[in-house]
């Protein structure tokens, strides 16, 4: 377990991002019933994210997930760390993305009530840091959906 929390600390990400990115996949999962993030790419400027989609979301469902994740950014929701065996892990997140080689102790972040998902990885103490969330692009190709954002402060 001392290693997983040392490797969150090296790890050089964004924070506001990648807790924004957290808020996007339940957002995902929850509007559209798929799967979190197939493929993501999390940096400081812009980051993308790949989804399963059957058919390419309409111009109001790509609006309606950017207004989402900002409301749930704007309830100022407080980002915790717990840990949790492996063996209880899998009734309260996906575990279909874990390594092999996983550890019986899972390292889960909660966004307040609105994600809880295994990972390694920094985050903001409160969702109050991560400033606006902006979709700047997305296409759509062979059941892929690729969906390009930034955060404005």
């Not at 001392?2 to 929850?30: C, F, G, S, W």
């Not at 949790?84 to 080689?101: Q, R």
């Amino acid at each position: 377990m001392e290693d997983i929390q040392l490797n969150a600390h090296n790890k050089e990400e964004y924070p506001p991002m990648h807790t924004a990115e957290h808020i996007l996949n339940q957002t995902m999962v929850r509007m559209f019933g798929c799967p979190r993030s197939k493929n993501a790419h999390i940096e400081r400027k812009k980051s993308k994210c790949d989804y399963l989609l059957d058919s390419c979301p309409t111009d109001g469902q790509v609006q309606a997930i950017e207004d989402k994740v900002n409301e749930v950014i704007s309830q100022n929701l407080p980002v915790t760390v717990s840990f949790m065996p492996l063996s209880e892990a899998g009734a309260i997140v996906d575990l279909s993305k874990l390594p092999d080689n996983v550890s019986d102790t899972l390292r889960i972040v909660r966004v307040g009530d609105y994600d809880a998902c295994a990972c390694i990885g920094a985050h903001v103490a409160n969702t109050a840091e991560i400033g606006r969330f902006k979709i700047i692009s997305h296409d759509y190709d062979n059941g892929r959906w690729r969906v390009r954002f930034r955060l404005e402060m």
